[in-house]
């Protein structure tokens, strides 16, 4: 790194609720490869190529170092700087030269050229290499002449798979999603009763809002999604389909254990399944259906019933019942995530208390993401909470420090709305303990060494997997001498006026927080038996299995 002049002072000072840096690597590729299948219309098939001149493509991105220079993936590996010359329409359709049609000769009255897809550059000649879905062959050659109209999968009548979602093309950011797939059943509400068809045409980025249907007696016919005139056609659920979906053991006559919410000690007794599909828990040795609780809807809310620790296998013990109950209720509050499939919007409100301007459903949506981020800190705990007096006479001549909640819309790999979500942070600049620069700094992964291990797996033929951490900085607790009193934000529904926090552990937004966490991490690896690398700390290697040896690479969040 010193010979490339790449040197990592500390960790990043944007704000950290953003994503990583191979996360946001291969967030680009995905988008690249995505938006050539969609402009060219053509099916997941062609997904590798895709992906695979993505990857080529961003070794051609510039990269700045620290001296102001800028220098490519591609420099640092060949010593020679890129030809953009090789860069060329991915899978456009080409007319690519033939002087022969198998073994036979053409002559001058036959055409001399045939329509192909460019998938990629040959890796042993100067030239294209040509994907020919009418015979299905690969072609390589240096004699061709890509075409602008019409596009390679209309061409050859591939069909786009758009997944669950597309995007507009014009200047707005609204996302509008294809409630309808393709051979669906609809309802065509244009007369009473309403018509049934199959859906043969989802919206595209000519006609947006239009399905085509087919009608039983071979009629077709378009409609606007707007005019609420489709509806999906229901499917008949048969009682031996519901029965099915349940787990094994929930049969008639077990033995089960029931704790609902409303009640102040649990039962044990027995599941009874009646002939007009109604469940009932009959305490005790009984089987009388009149002493039974009926379980509404049980055969739809018996995930629930199971998942919330109200209804257990057999006659299980009081403990065991308050132990999972507890655990359910600390992976509520920590593990849990608010969807933002349900946003009308997708601008993120100012504020706390611009909750109020929302819509009822997105009001609904951000305070829950708050409160996920809130009860989450709270459970850990981050910090006890001070009254006035309190602070007045534990923090004498320490200002307490500012807090502001950020909120922020997650994505998905596709690039669809996944989850909203809160991060409280603390104003770290107007931290008031005089740090050092070696006790804040940590380090963080540096594009080099990411194409070091991902290198380094393929040739030894190593599976990469990654994993997150939620609330990674918040797991650090803070030594004895470090006493920070905080601010709860603005707005904050949970913290009465003139309250504050005395944290107990690392908080983002902290000076120290990365190199808490950094610390604590590094340590763990290490008493698991791993190695840190001399030259790059953020590389860990040893044999966590016998047998076997395992690289792991740790990185800061941003």
């Not at 254990?257 to 039962?267: I, N, V």
């Not at 601010?487 to 190199?515: D, E, F, I, Q, V």
């Amino acid at each position: 790194m010193n010979s490339l002049l790449i040197h990592v002072n500390a960790a990043p000072s944007s704000h950290q609720d953003k994503n990583g840096l191979v996360e946001r690597h291969w967030q680009t590729i995905l988008a690249m490869a995505r938006n050539w299948l969609a402009s060219a219309e053509l099916p997941a098939s062609f997904w590798f190529y895709a992906v695979h001149r993505a990857a080529e493509v961003c070794n051609y991105f510039p990269y700045k170092l620290e001296k102001g220079t800028f220098i490519t993936p591609f420099e640092l590996v060949h010593k020679v700087k890129p030809d953009l010359r090789v860069l060329f329409p991915m899978f456009g359709l080409a007319a690519v030269r033939r002087d022969r049609l198998g073994d036979t000769s053409l002559n001058k009255f036959e055409p001399q050229s045939v329509f192909m897809i460019a998938v990629g550059r040959c890796q042993n000649s100067n030239g294209l290499q040509f994907y020919n879905p009418a015979n299905g062959t690969f072609v390589s050659s240096i004699d061709y002449k890509f075409q602008l109209h019409p596009t390679s999968g209309a061409h050859f009548n591939f069909k786009y798979q758009p997944g669950v979602f597309v995007y507009r093309l014009d200047e707005t950011t609204m996302i509008f999603t294809t409630k309808l797939t393709l051979d669906s059943d609809v309802l065509i509400h244009t007369h009473f009763p309403p018509s049934r068809a199959k859906v043969i045409g989802i919206p595209c980025y000519a006609s947006p809002d239009i399905y085509t249907v087919l009608f039983a007696d071979g009629t077709i016919a378009k409609y606007s999604h707007q005019n609420n005139i489709l509806e999906a056609a229901p499917t008949p659920v048969t009682p031996s389909q519901i029965q099915s979906s349940l787990p094994s053991w929930i049969q008639s006559g077990v033995n089960a254990t029931l704790f609902l919410s409303h009640m102040t000690k649990l039962r044990h007794g027995k599941l009874l399944h009646t002939e007009d599909d109604k469940w009932f828990f009959c305490p005790g040795h009984t089987l009388d259906l009149a002493k039974g609780i009926l379980l509404s809807d049980f055969s739809a809310n018996c995930q629930e019933f199971l998942d919330t620790g109200q209804l257990y296998r057999g006659h299980t013990k009081f403990k065991r019942v308050y132990h999972t109950r507890h655990q359910i209720h600390l992976c509520d509050s920590v593990l849990r995530h608010v969807l933002a499939h349900g946003l009308s919007t997708l601008i993120t409100p100012s504020s706390l208390s611009a909750h109020q301007k929302l819509s009822t459903t997105d009001q609904l949506i951000w305070n829950a993401a708050y409160d996920e981020e809130f009860d989450g800190l709270t459970s850990l705990p981050t910090w006890e909470v001070l009254t006035e007096d309190q602070y007045k006479k534990l923090g004498v001549g320490m200002k307490a420090l500012p807090s502001m909640a950020i909120d922020t819309i997650k994505y998905d790999s596709i690039n669809k709305p996944k989850r909203a979500k809160y991060r409280i942070v603390v104003l770290g600049n107007h931290d008031y303990h005089p740090w050092s620069k070696s006790s804040t700094e940590a380090s963080v992964m540096s594009q080099l060494e990411l194409h070091l291990l991902t290198s380094l797996a393929i040739s030894q033929r190593r599976v990469l997997k990654n994993c997150d951490i939620k609330q990674a900085f918040v797991q650090s607790s803070l030594p004895d001498d470090e006493v920070y009193y905080v601010k709860p934000p603005k707005g904050c529904p949970h913290s009465a006026p003139g309250t504050y926090w005395r944290l107990l552990r690392s908080l983002y937004g902290l000076r120290r927080a990365p190199k808490l966490w950094y610390d604590r991490l590094s340590s763990f690896l290490k008493s698991m038996g791993l190695k840190q690398s001399s030259t790059s700390p953020c590389i860990f290697s040893g044999s966590l299995i016998v047998g076997g040896s395992s690289y792991l690479h740790r990185f800061i969040h941003r």
